[in-house]
């Protein structure tokens, strides 16, 4: 089962970071983070327990379109898709496009690990 490594870090934080690998004054590590979010509310926000149910729904029964998952869930497709492309975004989900424009779902993580400073900036950790 595959892990996310999800980081919390501001803008100006993974700015400074990016640059600081670019320039060669930082090695990322192979356990750290794939994915940021700029606080630990816009995680837990995305990942509601109705939205890790949602991530479960989509790993068992691996609907074939966002129409079956909205059927399946009693979700809207609208509501549905505007979650599903912000997941995207993190990584939480990837979405393929089929034949006739369909969008199946799909969950290609098992597990998701959130690594984050209490104090310091987690650019500095890794120097």
């Known amino acids: 089962m595959k892990t996310l490594n999800v980081g919390i ?4 934080e993974m700015k400074a970071r990016t640059l600081a690998i670019a320039k060669g004054e930082i090695k990322p ?7 940021w979010f700029p606080s630990t509310e816009s995680f837990a926000k995305l990942l509601s327990s109705r939205n ?3 991530l479960q729904q989509i790993r068992t029964d691996q609907p074939e379109s966002i129409n079956a998952l909205a059927t399946a869930t009693g979700r809207t497709s609208g509501n549905l898709s505007r979650t599903l ?25 098992g597990d998701v690990q959130l690594t984050m400073q209490i104090s310091g900036k987690y650019v500095s950790a890794h120097k």
Do not use: F, I, W
């Open 52 to 54: 890790r149910a949602l």
């Open 29 to 35: 590590k192979a356990g750290d983070p794939q994915v």
């Open 85 to 109: 492309r912000t997941m995207e975004r993190y990584g939480l989900v990837q979405l393929h496009r089929g034949a006739r424009g369909m969008v199946r779902p799909e969950v290609p993580y």
């Open 9 to 12: 870090a501001t803008y100006e």
